[in-house]
């Protein structure tokens, strides 16, 4: 019998109608509703207002062909595209600093007394960090959510898969995206897609704490089976704060400015 996703009241209402659709067995999922995004999305909508602040240290470990880089930093994140990071040494004080917001980007190198600006393209960010995302993109994925699509005529398919709520996410010719999640309304996974339909990589997501909306373990694969990147989070910390004032980096006195556009 399938197990199903919706809790609360509504749960007896769909009951029958979840059942008719599960005839063929819970196997191949069992279609709940094109067009409209399921209620369970609200939960981890990328357009919810978004005063939650996530504070941590976290490790990141980078796979790629090349070899295994591990780091370790000071990330504070806020949906939907603000991100602050301090790379933290074996020995020492940062010597790396970064913040971004919708509109710009700095970057600090205290060793070399560079200070980095410029807007937060993925070719930017991608020329300090080991990735090739948006700044919105990789802010939304390690909050423990997905990342909108672009353009505004966004399809939806909702499906059980087993356990899990099943959500695909299509546009008419940009890329689309499959999320599932858990009955608790907490991201398991999602995997990206380019407009030809491949998968370009996917996030997993592992070890929420107890009546927490955010994972302590984010895990990013990319379709070349080799590129990875995995994030854990330690002394996890989430506040309310409409204070933006953190994800902007003055120019320190005496460094060299270097603009990135």
Known sequence: MCELYFPGKRLMILFAAAMLLCVGGCAG???LGPGMPPKALEMVSPTRPATDRVTAIAQIDLVTAEGHYPIRAVMILQRPSYLRLEMLPVIGTPDFFLAASPDEMNIFIPS???FY???PTAENLARFLPWSFTLQEIVMILSSTYPPL???KVSYES???DALLRVDMRTPAGPSQTIWMAKNEKMVKLIRYDPLGRETYRALFDDYASGSAFAEKITIQWAD???SIS??????KVEKNGDLSIFKLPVPPGSKTIYLD
């Open 231 to 236: 994030v854990r989070y330690s002394d996890l």
């Open 225 to 227: 089976n080799i590129t």
């Open 150 to 152: 672009d353009g505004t």
């Open 117 to 119: 600006s410029g807007k």
């Open 159 to 161: 499906y059980l898969d």
């Open 112 to 114: 070399q007394s560079e």
């Open 29 to 31: 999922g069992a279609a």
